[in-house]
């Protein structure tokens, strides 16, 4: 198993395109996170997924962000109509439910996107 | 909603010195795990804490956790260029599913050769 892993690295796009991207977590975890990190700043949560249901969504997450893991394994999270403050490194990250007493988040290298 | 403050916001040290990083929570404390972030990077995992006064140590790391006190703290020892990074801790939001991690802004630790 070689962590968890996501695609593109980086994306530089135009305000108003829209952009996806992917995250393949550790194949025996069930848990499934997206979290958003802007210079500076610690990473904040966005979503989660537990197999192949959302089970939150943070009010950060605009109409504009939509994320799915169909079959409980891979996540996409697209972004439609970006805008200049969508720029940020998107981490994925993925765990195990049922590690007694621990919810340990193994994270992507992170996708990182670039609005101009 | 909970919030993790970390302190100092950024460190210089000489190689070999000793350092210390804190988190401190607003809110009770459900655990705590501490990650390592290189630039532009993912996050690391270093260690999880679950129990007020538990201390774990990894090579040269040490993190203790203090319930009454909503706060951890992070040692290195021996300081090396190796442990330049950005320090995070986390905290669950709550006890009971303990499934989403708040994090800190994050210490810059910038060890000098």
């Known amino acids: 198993d070689t962590g968890v892993s996501q695609d593109p690295r980086h994306k530089i796009t135009k305000r108003g395109q829209n952009v996806t991207f992917r995250c393949d977590p550790i194949?025996?975890?069930?848990?499934l996170y997206w979290y958003r990190q802007t210079l500076g700043q610690g990473p904040e949560f966005l979503t989660y997924f537990q197999n192949e249901a959302q089970l939150e969504k943070s009010r950060l997450l605009s109409d504009r962000f939509s994320a799915e893991r169909p079959k409980g394994s891979f996540s996409t999270l697209e972004i439609q109509r970006t805008e200049q403050g969508d720029s940020a490194m998107y981490l994925c990250?993925?765990?195990?439910?049922?590690?007694?007493?621990?919810?340990?988040?193994?994270f992507g290298a992170g996708s990182r996107l670039t609005v101009l | 909603s909970q919030e993790l403050e970390q302190s100092p916001q950024s460190l210089i040290v000489q190689e070999g010195k000793n350092l210390t990083i804190n988190c401190t929570s607003s809110?009770?404390?459900?655990?705590l795990y501490w990650y390592k972030q290189k630039y532009g990077e993912g996050l690391i995992f270093l260690m999880m804490l679950q129990k007020g006064g538990e201390e774990k140590s990894h090579e040269k790391i040490t993190a203790k956790l203090d319930e009454k006190k909503q706060q951890s703290s992070l040692h290195i020892t021996a300081s090396q260029p190796s442990h330049a990074g950005i320090y995070l801790c986390?905290?669950?939001?709550?006890?009971?599913?303990?499934?989403?991690?708040?994090f800190g802004k994050g210490t810059l630790l910038t060890v000098n050769p």
């Open positions: 194949s025996e975890h069930n848990r």
């Open positions: 809110k009770t404390l459900y655990g």
């Open positions: 990250a993925s765990s195990y439910l049922g590690q007694p007493g621990a919810n340990v988040l193994t």
């Open positions: 986390g905290a669950p939001n709550s006890g009971g599913s303990n499934y989403k991690l708040t």
